[in-house]
Nanobody, 121 residues
Framework: QVQLVESGGGLVQAGGSLRLSCAAS????????MGWYRQAPGKQRELVAV???????NYAGSVKGRFTISRDNAKNTVYLQMNSLKSEDTAVYSC???????????????WGQGTQVSVSS
């Protein structure tokens, strides 16, 4: 059983910073891509950032230069450092990991439960 557990959400003023963490645990053979999505009320889910097992990153244009994704492979954890937050960053942020739970399994996506980030203007 694989679980992804997020932490670090909360309420912050515009211009402030937050750091989200997402730790994967359970039966894990290998984690490929990890990343973060977000969904604001009444809006479609948006891919925020992804990071490969080798550390290559990609960002949505709306967060580029303000957010930084990183990962600690030894801890099976992905982070999202969010700086210069804006009110439009308010959303539920969910992490995901594409991983294999055994050497003979096919990779599949696992999701965290989501954490609320609220930015007041």
């Amino acid at each position: 059983q694989v679980q992804l557990v997020e932490s670090g959400g909360g309420l912050v003023q515009a211009g402030g910073s937050l750091r989200l963490s997402c730790a994967a645990s359970g039966s894990i053979f290998r984690i490929n891509v990890m990343g973060w999505y977000r969904q604001a009320p009444g809006k479609q889910r948006e891919l925020v950032a992804v990071i490969s097992s080798g550390g290559s990153t990609n960002y949505a244009g709306s967060v580029k230069g303000r957010f930084t994704i990183s990962r600690d492979n030894a801890k099976n954890t992905v982070y999202l450092q969010m700086n210069s937050l804006k009110s439009e960053d308010t959303a539920v942020y969910s992490c995901f990991g594409n991983l294999l739970d055994s050497s003979w399994s096919l990779p599949r996506d696992y999701w965290g439960q989501g954490t609320q980030v609220s930015v007041s203007s």
